[in-house]
């Protein structure tokens, strides 16, 4: 069987029950207090020869977590308009990811943007008719601006953002968690110009009892059905009011690409994607929470105090998402490449959170035993992530795999392996893994 073959039935071994797997295929057994895996003679060489590599830090390796060396590319596919490596997870919708290697930019290009939509980008578009409604029960009157309006009557904003679907991450969790299967490419950092939502909701006149601001867009749910919609979430009345949120009609420069809601689409910032309606066609300023399809059920809730993995969760239980967490992500070296030992390593990547400034950046490469902070570079504005630059030196030849934890200013900092578990797969913020064998 090919290496790849191989690291196929690894995966599937990890995915129905990683202890499981590693008493099978490495005889490992876990400590339940510490997660630490012990491996005898056999079983450690067992596990190196599947590697390719001896493991000079293996006995600090967490019990139940697949080496990241095992997980194995995906086949990229080609979307119009997008680099030939993204991988698309669904092409009805349309979802594709980018991996991290593609991410290096500081501002991250059209072209390397992931894909996250609910529908059917709508048939035909022109922006010369089209138009942003805005009603709603605490709306003091209703209002309807084009898009030549919105630019001549309100100040116009430029700012970069982080964008990422709250279900980035999904395909580590055990139980799984059914949904797009997204691992760590959800994310990216443009650049959006508009007008702030602030201003035009003053235009309108907000009453005091409200409560939420819900989004409406032209996309088509997938039956076709004119009356059902894709999608059709929100964000309380607080947040809509930040200085940052916008309703924008350019990204890095140039009208917003087909895909990501031309011409016209919610940019809130911090929280997360889904809450950014495309191809937006109305505002609903509301006296409640905002009721429309995936505001409801479990559709970007979490359970509200943490629960056992595969626990079946009462709805009264869920909370809805909002800020984003603290994350990471290396976008250099590419995992799985060979790095001489005669050379120190070099470490890029990028931190970011919906609660916070990042204040500090550590990279271990012995399974989280040790760190070392890593040099941390401003943010171009609040919600835009912050490049990390740093070296490592690998003092033996063999595998290894570089983690990246940032903390923010509050002192929130990644888990280095999964967070709590929850029945949708949301906010998984664990420590980025990148696979380098020295030689």
């Given at each position: ?13 990890y ?8 008493r ?20 450690l060489?067992?596990l ?11 006995e ?6 697949m080496?990241?060396?095992?997980a ?10 997008k ?11 349309i979802?594709?990811e ?15 943007l ?15 008719t ?18 030549a309006?919105l630019?001549?009557?309100?100040k ?10 709250a ?8 139980p ?35 409560v939420?601001?819900g ?20 964000v ?28 016209l ?5 911090g929280?997360p ?7 937006l ?11 429309g399809?995936?505001?409801?059920g479990?559709?970007?809730r ?19 998402i ?18 001489s ?6 470490i890029r990547?990028?931190?970011?959170s ?17 760190w070392?902070?890593?040099?941390l ?12 630059t ?10 290894y ?8 200013e ?5 888990p ?12 998984n913020n664990?420590?980025h ?7």
């Amino acid at each position: 069987m090919s290496d790849e073959g191989n690291h196929q039935k690894i995966r599937s071994l990890y995915a129905a029950d990683a202890e499981a797997a590693e008493r099978a295929l490495w005889g490992r057994r876990v400590d339940p207090f510490t997660r630490r895996g012990f491996l005898n003679r056999a079983g450690l060489a067992a596990l190196g020869a599947a590697l390719g590599a001896t493991i000079p830090f293996a006995e600090n390796m967490p019990g139940g977590l697949m080496p990241i060396a095992f997980a194995g590319p995906k086949a990229p596919q080609e979307i119009p308009g997008k680099h030939p490596g993204l991988r698309i997870l669904n092409d009805r919708p349309i979802n594709a990811e980018t991996p991290a290697h593609l991410l290096d930019d500081l501002l991250t290009p059209a072209s390397k943007l992931f894909v996250r939509n609910n529908g059917l980008p709508p048939a035909t578009v022109d922006p010369k008719t089209w138009t942003l409604a805005i009603d709603g029960e605490s709306a003091v009157k209703a209002a309807q601006f084009t898009l030549a309006e919105l630019r001549s009557r309100f100040k116009q904003h430029t700012y970069r953002f982080v964008l990422e679907c709250a279900g980035n991450g999904r395909s580590e969790f055990f139980p799984p968690a059914k949904g797009n299967q997204w691992s760590t490419g959800a994310v990216g950092c443009v650049e959006w110009t508009g007008v702030r939502l602030k201003d035009v909701l003053a235009a309108v006149g907000v009453k005091k009892d409200a409560v939420y601001v819900g989004y409406e867009g032209a996309d088509v749910h997938l039956s076709g059905d004119p009356k059902k919609r894709p999608i059709s979430r929100g964000v309380p009345i607080a947040k809509a009011m930040e200085e940052e949120c916008l309703i924008a009609w350019s990204m890095n420069g140039a009208p917003i690409p087909a895909l990501h809601g031309h011409p016209l689409r919610l940019v809130v910032p911090g929280y997360p994607g889904s809450c950014s309606g495309k191809w937006l066609t109305r505002l609903l300023v509301r006296d409640r929470v905002h009721d429309g399809t995936k505001m409801t059920g479990n559709a970007y809730r979490v359970p509200c105090e943490p629960v056992a993995p595969g626990a079946q969760v009462p709805k009264d239980k869920m909370c809805i998402i909002e800020s984003m967490p603290t994350k990471s992500l290396i976008t250099w070296p590419r995992s799985g490449i060979e790095h001489s030992l005669s050379k120190p390593l070099e470490i890029r990547g990028h931190a970011w959170s919906g609660q916070g400034k990042i204040t500090g950046v550590t990279l271990s490469l012995d399974f989280g035993a040790t760190w070392q902070s890593v040099q941390l570079g401003e943010p171009a504005n609040r919600f835009a992530w912050q490049r990390f630059t740093g070296t490592v030196r690998l003092p033996k030849r063999g595998y290894y795999e570089i983690w990246a934890r940032a903390t923010d200013e509050n002192g929130r900092a990644q888990p280095m392996v999964l967070p709590g578990w929850n029945p949708k797969g949301y906010l998984n913020n664990a420590c980025h893994r990148v696979a380098i064998k020295a030689v």
